[in-house]
């Protein structure tokens, strides 16, 4: 496993199930996170700066159930041993690459712009039930 961060990354030492976390944007521009759970670094954790540049982080093969995380940045490099690392990316992109969006003509949208304005005023809702046959 292999994830490369481009510019500033956020670093925080988390108290809980999850105890380091990693916030910034993938090559290539969509965002992620790393959340390391049970993390321990080579050297500690505690001296970890709260904004790291340029971040790789690199799965190395480990021995036992731990998995062993090369953490590699501008500022510093460190081994972190952890439980497990999930890491999140922002789906957005590739989402609405794939479902296009579907064009709402201007008079439908004008339509529910002063539908809703309306409803706003106190008693319109009523009044509009009124108008259509309802209760």
Sequence with gaps: MRVEF??????????????LSLRGRERGGAGAAA?????????GLTGLPATLHDV?????????SARQVGLQSRELQ???VCRSLQVHRDAGRAFFAAVPPVPVPAATRL???VLLSVLRIPGAAQ?????RGGR
């Design 6 to 19: 481009e510019g500033p990354v956020e670093c925080a030492l988390e108290s809980g199930a999850v105890t």
């Design 35 to 43: 959340l390391f759970a049970g993390a321990s670094g080579s050297s």
């Design 56 to 64: 790789r982080l690199v799965e190395r093969a480990a021995a036992s």
């Design 78 to 80: 460190l081994d972190v």
């Design 111 to 113: 339509g529910w712009a």
């Design 127 to 131: 009044l509009l039930a009124a108008l």
